[in-house]
T-cell receptor, first 114, second 114 residues
Framework: GENVEQHPSTLSVQEGDSAVIKCTYS??????FPWYKQELGKRPQLIID?????GEKKDQRIAVTLNKTAKHFSLHITETQPEDSAVYFC?????????????FGTGTRLTVIP | EPEVTQTPSHQVTQMGQEVILRCVPI?????FYWYRQILGQKVEFLVS????????KSEIFDDQFSVERPDGSNFTLKIRSTKLEDSAMYFC????????????FGEGSRLTVL
């Protein structure tokens, strides 16, 4: 089955700086890569996703890049703000199973220091 | 905004007891899921459910686990005879269909087995 690795496990940045979180996956059939944000005590929420037919996607301060050859994808947050502090999870799946059986990374705890 | 709701938020039980975790998915969603997260570890897929039957399950989802949609709104996870290692946060999720990508998660039910 799919194995997703995520680094770093913790990340502290100064407000206004950029943050980058990296993930690798093992199954070359994976074609959908979402990123979820989980604030303390709250539910995971989708913040951005990318499919294998594109290499980059951007939504305001958040961007995701995908390198299918190397089987890795990254989350980039620019101009970080204190409210970006949370745990971020990457995930991978192939939608060929008929359902979104996501395989998650171990999470990155991001702390933005004011 | 519609949300996935879960009850209870926290349950403490003795080893060997049966536990039922309840979820109300978003009303027009067709796919339902259970994931779990052992403290400090990654979110793991348990089972997906569509058209009143299991569409896929992981190795974790053994004979001790079952899911049911007893009526038009609830989706339950039953653990027949709990073990210490079942202690985890259990997340229910739903999606409108398998290809939209976004899973909407509930806030989780924390199960503690003593």
């Amino acid at each position: 089955g799919e194995n997703v690795e995520q680094h770093p496990s913790t990340l502290s940045v100064q407000e206004g700086d950029s943050a980058v979180i990296k993930c690798t996956y093992s199954d070359s059939a994976s074609n959908y890569f979402p990123w979820y944000k989980q604030e303390l005590g709250k539910r995971p929420q989708l913040i951005i996703d990318i499919r294998s037919n594109v290499g980059e996607k951007k939504d305001q301060r958040i961007a995701v890049t995908l390198n299918k050859t190397a089987k890795h994808f990254s989350l980039h947050i620019t101009e970080t703000q204190p409210e970006d502090s949370a745990v971020y999870f990457c995930a991978a799946t192939t939608d060929q199973t008929g359902a979104n059986n996501l395989f998650f990374g171990t999470g990155t705890r991001l702390t933005v220091i004011p | 905004e519609p949300e996935v709701t879960q009850t209870p938020s926290h349950q403490v039980t003795q080893m060997g007891q049966e536990v039922i975790l309840r979820c109300v998915p978003i009303s027009n969603h067709l796919y339902f899921y259970w994931y779990r997260q052992i403290l400090g570890q990654k979110v793991e897929f348990l089972v997906s459910f569509y058209n009143n039957e299991i569409s896929e399950k992981s190795e974790i989802f053994d004979d001790q686990f079952s899911v049911e949609r007893p009526d038009g709104s609830n989706f339950t996870l039953k653990i027949r005879s709990t073990k210490l290692e079942d202690s985890a946060m259990y997340f229910c999720a739903s999606s409108e269909n398998s290809n939209t990508g976004e899973l909407f998660f509930g806030e989780g039910s924390r199960l503690t087995v003593l």
